[in-house]
């Protein structure tokens, strides 16, 4: 036989075998949908997406689409983080069913799918709607699986479907309001600040001035005659704060109990923009709220990333990025006497 029609046989043998392989009835238990994504139909719908909900045993969080961004209900309407918002959208596009599982109520539980209220074992519901409150997508996620070759797969079901799947992808949805916020709030590059100036709840001042711009020359001012800054890098650590400065949390101003006498932070910029900040003490945490003429517009402002007027919001900031602000001036400086060599 000629090689040529050796190859010819063969491709027809092989079309022959993946016809009747179509048309070949599925296997007695068979379970169909492998390898198809789990909701095929919704990239033709998501443009009609208007909320976005997320449910699991540690609460709600409802996102809101308003006209430039997402929105967080549960925090007054403050903007989500695009980023966050998109990849989760993505990665429920791309959910693709890989291996049926139980279609049992009671062994949803071990896959991280039951309705129970119990935390480890409950999935987490997340489910998309358009204006109209219509379903456009909702599944449950439960446990992630992480394949050796670095694939990651995710638990999953489908309200309404009894089967669970495991599905490849992860679906990244925070069951907290806060993990949904853009936590970028500030980035001040240090060599751009001229002045740093702190007062305090007792009303002492400290006070970091930088020589010229991008100058490693810090000067704290309120150092008296005779002494001296322990450790410059200390100063650094102050006016390094806002670069950059992320938020934990998010508030509505009104809501959180501003302090008698607050800590109030004017940052100045080489040209001349100030901006001034008051950090109130909140349920054992770190908040700053700024006044309205700190988000006033015009220049090259820091908050290219605050969506929203300033002063509605209060921000909850780590404590390790304010308490080096709140050092009294005594942990910073040292006397000759404290440098002198001891008597014996």
């Known amino acids: 036989m000629k090689a040529r029609t050796f190859v010819a046989l063969a491709v027809v043998t092989l079309l022959a075998v993946i016809a009747v392989a179509a048309v070949r009835p599925p296997l007695p238990g068979a379970v169909s949908g492998v390898g198809e994504k789990l909701f095929a139909d919704l990239p033709n719908r998501i443009e009609d997406a208007s909320t976005i909900v997320v449910r699991s045993p540690a609460g709600t969080v409802t996102l809101e689409r308003g006209e430039q961004a997402w929105l967080i209900r549960e925090r007054g309407g403050y903007p989500a983080s695009f980023e966050k918002v998109r990849d989760a959208v993505i990665a429920l596009l791309e959910l693709e069913r890989t291996e049926p599982k139980t279609g049992r109520a ?59 799947w495991l599905a490849r992808g992860r679906i990244d949805a925070g069951a907290q309001p806060r993990d949904w916020i ?13 002045r740093l100036h702190v007062v305090r709840r007792d009303g002492t001042t400290l006070t970091v001035v930088r020589d010229g711009a991008d100058s490693p020359q810090l000067t704290l001012q309120e150092v008296p005659k005779g002494a001296r800054v322990k450790r410059p890098e200390a100063l650094q650590s102050m ?68 969506r929203q007027r300033l002063a509605k919001w209060a921000f909850q900031v780590p404590a390790w990025k304010i308490e080096p602000l709140l050092k009294p001036i005594g942990d910073l ?10 008597s014996r």
């Open 106 to 164: 009671e062994g949803y539980a071990r896959l991280g799918l039951s309705d129970s209220g119990d935390a480890e074992a409950a999935g987490r519901e997340i489910a998309i709607l358009d204006a109209s409150g219509r379903t456009l997508a909702r599944v449950i996620v439960g446990k992630t699986v992480h394949a050796a070759g670095g694939d990651t797969s995710q638990f999953v079901r489908v309200p309404g479907e009894e089967r669970a």
């Open 182 to 194: 853009d936590r970028r709030l500030l980035d001040i590059p240090s060599g751009e600040i001229s």
């Open 239 to 306: 006016i390094g704060v806002f670069s950059p400065l992320d938020i934990e949390d998010v508030a509505e101003a009104a809501a959180i109990a501003a302090a008698a006498q607050p800590v109030r932070l004017e940052v100045t910029r080489f040209g001349g923009e100030t901006v001034t900040a008051n950090v109130n003490e909140w349920n054992g945490e770190y908040w700053l709220t700024f006044a309205a003429s700190a988000a006033a517009g015009g220049g090259p402002a820091p908050f290219e990333n605050a």
């Open 333 to 342: 400086i040292e006397t000759a006497a404290d440098t002198g060599p001891r």
